[in-house]
């Protein structure tokens, strides 16, 4: 367990080297949103992917892969789509009409100051939801492999590291962190596929054909507890990689479906991925880094395939968890890991873990910037101070206080949530992104009738059903026996049947918005459509 500890030390120190280095470059507000968009397109592009290769990729989906085959898979196929969409639709435009947050598109035509209250608030929002599943995973990570730190202290520590980062470094040491943690993390799940093909000399037929292999029961409906299904139904063997129904029950396709609109289009509206943006000097820089962060992450979404199958292999499903008071507790999160140690031993599980943590600390500390830069842009420069004092020594001071209370707020949301999945939750994440932010932002970008109101209506509406389809659904109710170690939230038949809401609360979001349009009139905001689409398009006017 030393070996881990140390490793852990000395990432921090070279982390906190660059955010010392950092601290000497930061000063202005353009320096602190956005490292004073001196980032080349493709130290970007590794910056972009760092901050999307997320806890919720290396031990989310690899746990998920692990235990549900083909249906786990699925979440890395949709994460990698999805970068189409920001690609072809977002990246260009957001580089050339906004500066620092995602509400400069929106206020760029729609200039009430109702537009960036929304605007931060479903920024923060989706930021939280991101936020703590990266906490989590850092909990669970660095108590499996330091017992002496508990799970609560280690989320802790986590908070206090990106606090760190962002209040001293800005927008440069985090991007210099997530190009180093980004590096790394190829790195590592590059030996670490390699290692798993070793076993089965190098034969991608013989790898699968031990994966088809494996089987389980599962029910036709409902979840298999305690080896009986519900309604006294006797449980049916399947092969282990086959898709079907059983992980999300007779819901299964719906559900399926409605994951993949959050991947796909959640994407172009995540805050921390969107700031990105304005760290390069141009629009062309922005597609260069989408185009490299494509690449990167692309490889290695294919590579978790080898890493949840792996540690389904050759750990075991069984084998995949902890012990609490003398029992396996099965923990998905932990698949990558326990993979490492059955392939290299404590080192090699040390190393991985080190890794890990790194990528949690990176992720979160772009998801701090991103809602502190919201709430000192967007509410309190733009809307309490009106725009018209631009003191910027005030307004990242004010940003750095942001940052402290955010980061307080994730970590008692992340000890309370401790039980659930990394990747499931980065899915509700996307979810809420797809239903309040994409409907603004391509609206805004692509149909001149917007306006304020479709914008206020489609956002909020978004956003609300989003969050609470989510609080109805089976992520948070469910009825659990009383030695369940991972109990739902609310104990209660669900009301709402699917695990993601995105099919539901993204329509719902845009529909919103487009009524809202429709039924109210904005001259001003119609006739700033024409400036918009020239500098979206040219990049004329681009700050």
Known sequence: MSTALVMFVVFIAITLGITYWASRRTATTAEFYSAGRSITGFQNGWAVAGDYMSAASFLG??????FYGYDGFMYSVGWLVAYLTVLLLVAEPLRNTGKFTMA???????????????????????????????????????SLLIPQIGFNTAIVMVGVLMLVYVIFGGML????????K??????GTIILSVMVLAKFGFSLGHFFDAVAG??????????????????????????YIQPGLYYHGRWGALSLISLGVALIFGTAGLPHILVRFYTVPSAQQARVSVVWAMILIGSFYIMTTFLGFGAATL???????????GALVPNQNLAAPLLAEKLGGELFLSFIAAIAFATILAVVAGLTIASSSAFAHDIWFSVVRGGEHHDERE???VARIAAVVIGVLSIGLAIALKSLNVAFLVGLAFAVAASANVPAILLSLYWRRFNTTGMVLGMTVGLLASVILIILSPAVMGIDPATAATPHLIQAEPIFPLDNPALVSAPLG??????????????????????????????????
């Open 61 to 66: 989906i690899a746990g998920l892969i692990a």
């Open 104 to 142: 400069d598109v929106l206020a760029l035509r729609l200039r009430s100051p109702s537009v960036r209250t929304v605007a931060a608030i479903s920024t923060l929002t989706v930021s939280l939801f991101y936020m703590i599943a990266q906490m989590v995973g850092a909990g669970a990570l660095v």
């Open 173 to 180: 040491a985090t991007t210099w962190v997530q190009i180093v």
């Open 182 to 187: 980004a590096v790394l993390l190829m790195g």
């Open 214 to 239: 494996l089987s389980g029961k599962f029910c036709e409906t409902g979840t298999l507890k305690d080896g009986a299904c519900p309604g006294g139904a006797a449980p049916i063997a399947r092969s």
């Open 315 to 325: 750990v075991g499903k069984a084998n995949i968890g902890v012990m609490k008071a």
């Open 395 to 397: 307004q990242v001071r």
């Open 510 to 543: 845009f529909l919103a918005a487009v009524l809202g349009s429709l039924f109210s009139r904005d001259p001003a905001a119609e006739a700033a459509y024409a400036e918009l689409d020239v500098r979206a398009n040219t990049g004329l006017g681009a700050a």
